[in-house]
């Protein structure tokens, strides 16, 4: 009778997370952005045990179905690993009262800012000990490994079922995809990078050359490499400048091999050779546009309502552009220099500009970009600010840009 009562306590508390995914959170954006996600380096493993350690590395308390089980916390070894380092992970729960049967176990390492997917670690709890079978009021422990990512990650955990994840009591707790909050793996991330634009009382002209007097009098920045920071194969130098109207945007791309075959406005063309900005005006991560140029001279623009929500490709920029191509487009025959790339971007059409034109201070969240296909299959991603993780809708990792 106790078990019955217990399946209807559960029954009743799951009603609220229908809504939820049960194990399986696709990581967003093309596929070949996604990054690779940790893998499990051991078999899991696990037992019941008399008490919980005193060293535990986090402490979570949250319970599941109203208290029927505790999430105690976990013990990370090493605290600090380093990126590709394998990562030890000692999970402590307690049954407070009998638990069912027939839910799974699940373990997401996420972008502790933002909260995506960058590795799955879902395992049979302990190597097989379902939950029915967990002694109540006693500590059962799970155990596995998982490899460090290019940058700081996060240990979110719980419990699913066909549709379902277990409901989390605490909101504070959990994500908001009914994921217990785990702990943190490896060092905190870095600070975000500020790029400072000039006023330019003489614009460049807009012809892809970038000889202009303005440009060299505007702060040159180096992409690095988005993953992890580091630095790229390829050269990728960037500048800013704006007046009471524009912004400006250059890019001096090194490229043995300029390429690209989509001729048309609004073209996938982030699935080949392309230059990006991402612009957040109030800087409120959620409204932004996405601004992009091909060697083409083939514009992708649009409009986001939200992170990767609502994307909207009818928006015009209005943006005046022009590319110019050391080498010959679209011949592999023979070994380019590279491409330049200039934007006109008018304050008037973007999203939520505090200011036209911007006050001496203003800040704006943005990032820049480079995606390069040296062998025209595989995807290298350039950024300004690191993203760690495979994904440039990033908006927790956008740099600031600050108006001088």
Known sequence: MRLRTSRLLFTAALVAACSFLACRDEQAGPKSRAAPGPARAAPPSGAVVDSVPGDLTFRSGATFANGALEY?????????????????????????????????YFVHVVDPASGQMLGNADHAFAGGLSLDRWPVGKVVVDTHQVTMPAGPARIVLGFWQGEMRMPIDQPVLRDNQMRALGPNLGAAAPSLPEYHAHRTDAPPVIDGALDDPAWQKAEAVVLTQSFNGSKPDLATTARLLYDDQFLYVSFDCEDPDVWGTLLQRDQPIYTQEVVEIFLDADANQRTYNELELSPNNVIFDAYFPARRQGMDTSWDSKMQTAVKVRGTLNDDSDRDEGWSAEMKIPFSTLASVPNIPPH???????????????????QHGQSFSPLFMGDFHNLPRFGWLIFD
């Open 72 to 104: 105690l916390g976990s013990k990370v070894t090493p605290p600090g690993a380093r990126p590709g380092e394998t990562v030890t992970l000692s999970h402590y729960f307690r049954a407070l009262r009998p638990l069912p049967q027939g839910w799974d």
């Open 360 to 378: 001496a201070g203003d800040r704006w969240r943005f990032n820049l970009y480079r995606l390069d296909l040296p062998d025209r299959r595989t």
